[in-house]
């Protein structure tokens, strides 16, 4: 079974400092990766996804993340983050020709001006 | 709409009810998900139908929860005798068939507050 561990429930950031929010995940066999975000009242969108090749992704609104398998970490960056990011990320993972997806508990990113 | 559609979007019931909720997904998607979302638990999978095939259910945290998907299409989460635990949003989500990229694609949810 695969599980997905983010540390932080939240992490309060400055407008236009860089930020990185952390994910480690668990499984026997390989993965796909994913980072959902939610903006508030809002319903859950992708924002990136690593299926294989390239270990770093990018993804929308200048996220990006990279896959490290030795770490079995996921952390999803940003250089330089506005108020607008403001939202709960999730990272989710699933087994590599399953469609099920196991969600981390969510990491709530506060920008503040 | 082209997105999923789940309804109702808030539903306030008293312990002891019943409820239903229901979830339209995308046209064509043959993969359909439920999950719950509890302030402070993220995301917790409750039940997966893939096309003809027995849906996976070992999610759904006890036998007051029951869910149907009628013509590989429209769902109905039933959640018998309501518990004030049951609070919570419930998500539904589909995906497209084949693939295996996982990318799900969330409805805004049903908020269901149980008194």
């Known amino acids: 079974a695969q599980s997905v561990t983010q540390l932080d429930s939240q992490v309060p950031v400055f407008e236009e400092a860089p930020v990185e929010l952390r994910c480690n995940y668990s499984?026997?066999?390989?993965?796909?990766l994913f980072w959902y975000v939610q903006y508030p009242n809002q319903g859950l969108q992708l924002l990136l996804k690593?299926?294989?090749?390239?270990?770093l992704v990018k993804g929308i609104n200048g996220f990006e993340a990279e896959f490290n398998k030795s770490q079995t970490s996921f952390h999803l960056r940003k250089p330089s983050v506005h108020i607008s990011d403001t939202a709960e990320y999730f990272c989710?993972?699933?087994?590599?020709?399953?469609?099920?997806?196991?969600f981390g508990t969510g990491t709530r990113l506060l920008v503040s001006p | 709409g082209a997105g999923v559609s789940q309804s109702p979007s808030n539903k306030v019931t008293e312990k002891g009810k019943d409820v239903e909720l229901r979830c339209d997904p995308i046209?064509?998607?043959?993969?359909l998900y439920w999950y719950r979302q509890s302030l402070g638990q993220g995301l917790e999978f409750l039940i997966y139908?893939?096309?003809?095939?027995?849906?996976?259910k070992s999610g759904l945290p006890s036998d007051r929860f029951s869910a149907e998907r009628t013509g590989g299409s429209v769902s109905t989460l039933t959640i018998q005798r309501t518990q004030q635990e049951d609070s919570a949003v419930y998500l539904c989500?589909?995906?497209?068939?084949?693939?295996?990229?996982?990318?799900?694609?969330f409805g805004e949810g049903s908020r269901l507050t149980v008194l």
């Open positions: 989500a589909s995906s497209p068939a084949g693939g295996n990229t996982g990318e799900l694609f």
């Open positions: 499984s026997s066999v390989s993965v796909y």
């Open positions: 690593y299926l294989s090749g390239s270990t």
């Open positions: 989710a993972v699933s087994a590599s020709g399953f469609q099920k997806l196991v």
């Open positions: 046209s064509g998607h043959t993969a």
């Open positions: 139908f893939q096309g003809n095939s027995a849906p996976d």
